[in-house]
């Protein structure tokens, strides 16, 4: 399929969506209406509130807070996901211990954590960084412990007959092979970390992207938990597509997929 | 009276090596036993044996990565008890950096004892030249063929300029056309300075095309070495012309007699396993 037609189905599928949800929500059908705006609100009123957000500047407040509660909560994360995985893949009797803890851990639904980190440190953005930490954590953990775990004992045992000390084999061998494997999650943990921020501002916030969703749904304002939405979406896909770039650059000495050969 | 001495011990000498590895269920395995066996300075040395067998992990005891569990390894005369470090390896398996280039995997050897990395770049890319891949020092190993890949492994080992050369099988995987080629080429950097040598292979064609000697072994488990024949076909050699000779003939079948029933009885093993 050629990109043209690509794009034009792609773009053909929203317009049939919005289509339904506005015929549907405007237009009484066999006497009454299929989905009351009460609870479905309508395509207009949801562009109208997103344009009177961005005319209004009101959004970029609540975007500029959900991205630095995203960013930090994926920083900070990552920093301990990378410390922790090296430690433990080398230490496989450390690893051994702690294996029941972090397993119970990362079981555990962390919007449970939520209140805890609220009371903890507050309403501010930190409690809400923290709920990202808790899940940016244990995707980089797992696999920058993996990458180190996997790596080719043939690749292992060349830099060894090549000389390299243990030092030089953290450096040269294990540190890449634990970076491929934890940029191949970029996408993962970065979609995790705005899922802490915004989930913590839902559950108590003063500004953010949830917050603004959670005062919308307080009031039964749908159209408002609407355009958070679509603000939301917007706002993870052009987040993603950055890291796409970065993941591009990162790794190019890595096969794309489709063309690995034996 | 010392360095007459020195000179006469071989580069790599198993004496007498057993190999064996503990089973998941308990047992032992038993590998190889009882071999003995010396690559002498300079020399070429072929091992050639049925599947399974044991020649890679002969070979990993000659490199010092794994410890047998009897007999002893000298390496110029000195007991072997850690990683050989006078030996460069050539792995049967991709063995390259995958997020290094060509260059930088290369160059790694001497970057990692500490030459400057303008120098180390510098050797690397003469070798790159010498394995004739000039133009190819800023691919990843994924970007180059199979060939390649062996041919960046080839100049990877060689730039540390190791006094012996253990290869396991390195042109295993590459069409016959290209095991040719990486065969001259061998040769040809090998003919340089002479380097003791010992090539792990299952086609007796390279082997004896190759070497000074080929020795035989025989079929796993606890196989044992059971020949050890002189080539004594001229050198400078071209593999493909040397095949049609008829000294390379008469060898070639006096050594496949022994190594079919070897092979055969190989086969019947792994079946009743």
């Known amino acids: 399929m050629s990109r043209v037609s690509l794009l034009s189905l792609q773009i053909a599928v929203a317009v049939v969506f919005v289509a339904v949800w506005y015929v549907f929500t405007t237009y009484p059908v066999f006497g009454h209406i299929l989905l009351p705006p009460f609870f479905f609100s309508n395509p207009v009123d949801v562009v109208q509130q997103v344009i009177s957000w961005f005319a209004s500047g009101v959004i970029w407040k609540h975007l500029w807070v959900t991205l630095v509660e995203s960013m930090l909560a994926f920083g900070i994360g990552s920093i301990g996901g990378v410390l922790v995985g090296f430690w433990f893949a080398r230490q496989p009797r450390t690893a051994a211990v702690f294996d029941p803890y972090v397993k119970m851990a990362n079981a555990l639904p962390r919007v449970v954590l939520a209140p805890i980190f609220t009371l903890w440190l507050g309403l501010g953005i930190w409690s809400k960084v923290a709920l990202g930490v808790t899940l940016v954590f244990f995707i980089v953990f797992f696999n920058v412990y993996q990458g180190v775990k996997e790596v080719s004992p043939t690749v292992l045992a060349n830099a060894r007959m090549l000389g390299m000390k243990e030092r030089q084999l953290m450096r040269h061998v294990y540190w890449p092979s634990a970076l491929s494997w934890m940029f191949s999650s970029l996408h993962t943990s970065v979609g995790f970390a705005v899922v802490g921020a915004v989930v913590g501002e839902y559950l108590g916030a003063a500004a953010g992207l949830g917050y603004l969703i959670q005062q919308a749904e307080g009031v039964f304002d749908v159209a408002g938990v609407f355009a958070g939405m679509f603000v939301l979406a917007a706002f993870v896909i052009v987040i993603d597509m950055i890291v796409t770039v970065v993941e591009r650059r990162l790794l190019i000495w890595r096969p794309a997929v489709g063309d690995a050969k034996p | 009276m010392t360095a007459t001495a020195a000179t006469n011990d071989a580069a790599v000498a198993l004496n007498g090596v057993d190999v064996a590895f503990r089973l998941a269920d308990g047992g032992v395995f038993r590998a190889v036993s009882n071999a003995t066996l010396n690559v002498a300075d300079g020399e070429f040395v072929s091992i050639v044996g049925p599947t399974g067998c044991g020649k890679s992990t002969l070979l990993n005891i000659a490199a010092g990565l794994l410890a047998p569990a009897a007999g002893s390894v000298d390496i110029f005369g000195s007991r072997l008890d850690d990683l050989n470090r006078q030996a460069g390896y050539l792995f049967q398996a991709d063995a390259l950096f995958p997020w290094k280039t060509a260059l930088e995997n290369v160059a790694i050897g001497l970057e990692i004892v500490g030459v400057p990395q303008a120098e180390a770049r510098g050797r690397a890319r003469d070798w790159l030249g010498k394995v004739g891949l000039g133009a190819f020092g800023d691919r990843y190993p994924h970007m180059l063929s199979g060939g390649q890949r062996k041919r960046v492994g080839l100049a990877q080992v060689l730039i540390r300029d190791p006094k012996i050369l253990l290869m396991d099988e390195p042109f295993g995987p590459l069409d016959a056309q290209t095991r040719q080629i990486m065969g001259n080429l ?69 050594i496949w007699h022994m190594l079919k029933e070897e092979v055969v009885k190989g086969y019947a093993q792994a079946e009743g396993r």
Do not use: C, N, Q, Y
């Open chain 2, 186 to 254: 061998l040769l040809e950097l090998w003919s340089a300075d002479r380097k003791a040598v010992l090539f792990v292979t299952h086609d007796l064609e390279e082997a004896i095309a190759l070497s000074d000697r080929v020795v035989i072994m025989s079929a796993g488990p606890a196989s044992r070495i059971i020949g050890d024949w002189r080539v004594t076909l001229s050198r400078p050699r071209d593999i493909a012309d040397i095949k049609l000779s008829p000294e390379f003939h008469d060898l070639h079948r006096d």
